[in-house]
Each structure stands twice: as structure tokens, then as C-alpha cells.
């Protein structure tokens, strides 16, 4: 597995930032936050206001014009972002602003056409320079990945890739092993969204990740609440949220998302309710 046969070569700084969470007794709170929104200035300083509140990695989506993945709220986030002039280059001066001033490991969503339209090996060496810990690749699969997975070797980078409820045993497998950092379970089949409450599908993807080799699965899509939190993290190495911070931002600025990145770590501190009923 990637795991074991890079871990020599590569550090993986997603998957220390994971580790260190769990050395302090929790899981790894994963915060999304649209690069550029609402502008390029704001969206670092909700990045760095989410890590100094709980968040261990932070994962910064490049605005794009058809984002197949993404929910209502995100859409319109990067949708604003790209009629301010957010452009593709401008990543990196996030990333690198972020990694400055947090330890919190930075990914980069994004989906393929931008880094294949700047070069693979072009985007992977400046991601790198910026600081940035890797790539979470929704649109991505490892059997067509193979420029990827050299330039990720080639420039120390974490690659993560998405499993879902209808992936198959053959396709976990692959998942896991082109994996590096931890692999990224979808909870639901469908776009990204703030729900009421979380698929009960999630605990069955991370087992089925956990069975096939991973040593970390975090799970995203559908994270809003504290309650959520504390229930992904009875099974889950970490917790991804997106849309719920991207909507205070939205509606409230830095300091709202600082204070529900805090208040979605609360979730970290108690058990799941009815725990000894399950």
C-alpha cells in the first residue's frame, strides 16, 4: 500500500496533522473554505480563524464554473469569487499566506481541468513551494491518475481520493492503496450540503476503508453541527465541513466562521448521545 511504501520517502503532513489530533485524545476536525470568497484577503483570514479554533486541516476549493460536487451555498460562493477575479494562480498565495501563520496542514480541493490546464507537474511544484500538503481530487479516480501520482511523489504531496457508498470492494481497494494522507468518504450520494443529519451509509464506507488497509478515513458532506461531529468521530479518523462554514462566512464574516469552527470542535468533547442504547 502507498501507506507503507512512501511514508519512507514522503511525510504526509495531512496525515501527522490527523495523528497529532488523535494524540491529544480526538479526531481531526477538516475545514473547506472556497479560495477568493469573498475575496482573496477574507478568505485567508476565515482559513486561519477556523484553524485557530479547533480546525487540524484546513482544505481550500479553487473556484470553478462547473462544479459537479458541489451544493447550493458553495456553487454561489465560488460562482462570486470568480466574478471578483479569482484566478487559478491565486491558490498558492492563499496557501502559502495560510501555512505562514497556522500549523494546520493545508489541502487543496479542486477539480481536475485547472491543474491538468496549468500543468500537472507546474501546479504540483507550486502547491509544494506554497506550503500546501497535497490535493483532494473529487473528480479524480486513481486508475487515471498516473501523472498525478508521480508528481505527488515526485513533489512530497499528500494525494486524496473520494470513496462513496456505491463504490465497490475493487474500487476501495484501488482508493486506498493510491491514497496518501487519509482517504475521503462521502456519506451520501449527491452534492455537497448542510443537513439535518448525517447518512447512516458514512459508518459503512470508513469500515469498508478501514478494512481495506487505510489507516485514516474522514468523513464529509452533510457535517453542520456539533452533533454530527461527535457522531462521525465515534468511527472516524476525521470530520469534513464545508457548506455550514461557507454559509457563515457568508453571513456573519471571519468571526462567525471562527465561532462555529469552535463550536463544531466542541463536538470532540463528550460522547455520542445514546451511546449505551446502540
Known amino acids: 500500500m502507498s501507506e507503507t511504501t512512501n511514508t519512507a520517502a514522503t511525510e504526509s503532513k495531512s496525515a501527522a496533522a490527523i495523528e497529532r489530533a488523535k494524540a491529544a485524545g480526538r479526531k481531526a476536525l477538516i475545514a473547506y473554505l472556497p479560495a477568493g470568497y469573498p475575496d482573496k484577503q477574507t478568505s485567508i483570514d476565515a482559513a486561519i480563524a477556523v484553524a485557530r479554533n479547533g480546525a487540524d486541516i484546513i482544505e481550500i476549493g479553487i473556484p470553478y464554473s462547473d462544479p459537479v460536487m458541489d451544493g447550493a451555498v458553495i456553487q454561489a460562493a465560488t460562482t462570486e469569487a470568480l466574478a471578483n477575479g479569482f484566478h487559478v494562480e491565486d491558490v498558492f498565495d492563499v496557501v502559502a499566506a495560510i501555512t505562514a501563520e497556522t500549523d494546520a496542514a493545508v489541502m487543496v480541493m479542486t477539480y481536475w481541468n485547472p491543474v491538468m490546464r496549468m500543468g500537472i507537474d507546474e501546479f504540483s511544484r507550486r502547491l509544494a513551494e506554497a506550503g500546501g500538503a497535497g490535493l483532494i481530487t473529487p473528480d479524480l479516480t486513481p486508475d487515471e491518475a498516473a501523472e498525478w501520482l508521480a508528481a505527488s511523489d515526485k513533489y512530497g504531496l499528500d494525494r486524496v481520493f473520494l470513496v462513496a457508498p456505491s463504490s465497490t470492494p475493487e474500487r476501495v481497494a484501488m482508493t486506498v492503496e493510491a491514497t496518501r494522507g487519509f482517504v475521503y468518504a462521502v456519506s451520501i ?48 479518523d476525521g470530520v469534513i465541513v464545508g457548506t455550514a462554514l461557507v454559509a457563515a462566512l457568508r ?22 448521545p445514546q451511546a449505551a442504547a446502540e
Open 189 to 236: 450520494m449527491g452534492v455537497t450540503g448542510a443537513r439535518t443529519s448525517v447518512s447512516s451509509a458514512a459508518e459503512a464506507v470508513v469500515a469498508a476503508v478501514h478494512a481495506a488497509g487505510a489507516p485514516r478515513a474522514c468523513v464529509g458532506l452533510g457535517v453542520s453541527k456539533a452533533e454530527h461531529v461527535r457522531e462521525i468521530a465515534a468511527y472516524a
Open 251 to 272: 453571513d456573519g464574516g471571519v468571526d462567525a466562521v471562527g465561532a462555529l469552527a469552535k463550536e463544531l470542535s466542541s463536538g470532540f468533547d463528550a460522547p455520542a
